[in-house]
């Protein structure tokens, strides 16, 4: 049995890079993206792409996203995922 | 000398029964792997005609509907370790002969424990209940082995005077020789141990090599073997779980490194470098790996250690996707001396690395850090990059 070493996650842990962060995320009827919620409620311009991975199916948890590289009113690039397991929406850089 | 064999037979069984008493009654197959084979290590009782080492497949044309159950070496290997602990409460010498197998010597124990009675009660009072160890004691390790073993769970038997009416009988399967040499005994018509006692031990030698002087000394009991006891090292150990399963060699470098990093920066080596390390893994589905390494000069440094580790973990790959790693020292030691870089840009970059370890001990925290690639071809953008302290 390997002992449980009780360390918590400090700062000089091995850590990812470029970690999703929750986005709050408006859809219309089609499951696209409207608008997204950052400082302000932006709209969606365009789709510019649009993307799907999946990976990691032996886990519990498995990898299922949807990928939108999106153009806001503001003129600011997103790229942001639909996690297709919960449902949630992220924003990260791809 | 005088020596007391504790045995526990099926001793990787019986660590499972104790975790898991639903498998009580049911059959089951204690499995491990060794290089691409699955192996049988261990069984539950009802099963009839499976030995260790066996080939699972061979083990499951006999008994298809036994349950099976990974083995947990660092389990079995945590609760040996603990009973043998705890038997060095009885005596200080203390022998690990394999999981389930030690031996202990007893002579000079009289001051403390009166007869053979209080020396068994004491040791089967160090053993688990649950496990009922046998326990023998004879003037050598084998007939201490067999006394052992031909008691009853919980039982014990002395050896005293003459052995040659116990050995006579017993089969010559007892006989710790390679599974060739036991053949070839019975083929001679060998099969028990009377049998090989009265020959002359000039035809074993001929026939058998090195090997038969030891068949036939001990077919009449004498066994030479030394006890070797347990030893105290001073062990440190470090561990972590990484973020994602994952089958990437320079993910686990970069966790090995971050738990080096950790050992030499707190104050557990005290100016010592690292002489002896083992490295050792868990994948998702449970299968550990492990290698010993040894370093000529101590390494001082984590870079100096990194560079050995690297290349064996490029040796000896890992049997599926790493969940753990962990890293234990075994031995330390001192420099012999360290000599400083000529080279002036070499040496502006080691002030640099003092001063960012010197904010580092004076916030608490590493404060400047690296981006590393781990899986930069991954799919999964989170994947591809770790942050870990600079110089580590």
């Known amino acids: ?94 | 000398m005088r020596l007391l064999c504790v045995l526990l037979p099926h001793f990787p069984w019986s660590c499972e029964l104790q975790r898991r008493p639903d498998i009580a009654g049911r059959p089951a197959i204690v499995t491990y792997t060794e290089g691409s084979q699955r192996l049988v290590l261990e069984h539950s009782p009802d099963l009839e005609g499976l030995q260790p080492d066996m080939p699972l497949p061979q083990a499951l044309a006999r008994h298809g509907d036994a349950e099976l159950i990974q083995a947990d070496m660092p389990c079995y290997r945590s609760v040996w370790s603990r009973i043998l602990d705890t038997l060095e409460t009885v005596s200080p010498l203390v022998e690990d002969a394999e999981p389930g197998c030690a031996y202990i010597g007893v002579d000079g124990l009289h001051l403390i424990y009166p007869d053979d009675g209080a020396i068994i009660d004491a040791v089967r009072g160090a053993v688990t209940e649950n496990l009922s160890p046998r326990m023998g004691i004879a003037g050598n390790k084998f007939l201490a082995y067999l006394a052992a073993r031909r008691c009853p769970p919980g039982g014990h038997r002395v050896l005293t005077g003459d052995v040659d009416s116990f050995l006579k009988d017993l089969p010559g399967d007892v006989l710790p020789v390679s599974l060739k040499s036991r053949g070839r005994l019975r083929d001679f018509g060998l099969t028990t141990l009377g049998q090989i006692a009265a020959l002359t031990p000039g035809p074993f030698q001929s026939q058998f090599g090195p090997e038969g002087k030891k068949i036939w000394e001990l077919s009449r009991g004498i066994d030479a073997t030394p006890l070797y006891p347990r030893f105290m090292e001073e062990s440190i150990e470090e561990s972590t779980s990484l973020p994602s399963v994952t089958v990437s060699l320079d993910a686990v470098l970069v966790a090995m490194e971050s738990l080096l990093a950790r050992l030499f920066d707190g104050n557990i080596l005290k100016g010592r470098g690292i002489r002896g390390l083992t490295l050792w893994t868990r994948t998702w589905n449970a299968e550990d790996w492990k290698r010993n390494i040894s370093f000529k000069e101590p390494a001082m440094d984590v870079r100096s250690a990194i560079s050995r580790i690297k290349r064996i973990l490029e040796d000896y790959p890992q049997p599926g996707p790493v969940e753990q790693v962990g890293l234990r020292i075994t031995a330390l030691g001192y420099p012999r001396g360290r000599q400083k870089n000529l080279f002036s840009d070499i040496r502006a970059k080691e002030h640099l690395a003092e001063d960012i370890r010197q904010l580092e001990l004076r916030l608490g925290n590493p404060q400047v850090y690296t981006v590393k690639e781990v899986e930069p071809w991954s799919r999964i953008p989170e994947r591809r990059y770790a942050l870990t302290p600079t110089n580590r």
């Open chain 1, 1 to 94: 049995m390997v002992p449980d070493t009780g360390k918590t996650l400090r700062a000089d842990a091995y850590k990812p890079v470029n970690t999703p962060e929750a986005l709050k995320v408006e859809e219309d009827a089609s499951g696209l993206p409207h608008a997204v919620r950052l400082k302000r409620r932006q709209v969606v311009i365009s789709i510019e792409d649009k993307w799907r991975i999946d990976d990691e199916w032996w886990r519990a948890e498995p990898v299922s996203r949807r990928y939108y590289n999106v153009l806001l009113a503001s003129g600011q690039r997103l790229v942001l995922y639909k996690d297709l397991v919960t449902g949630e929406w992220y924003q990260q850089d791809y």
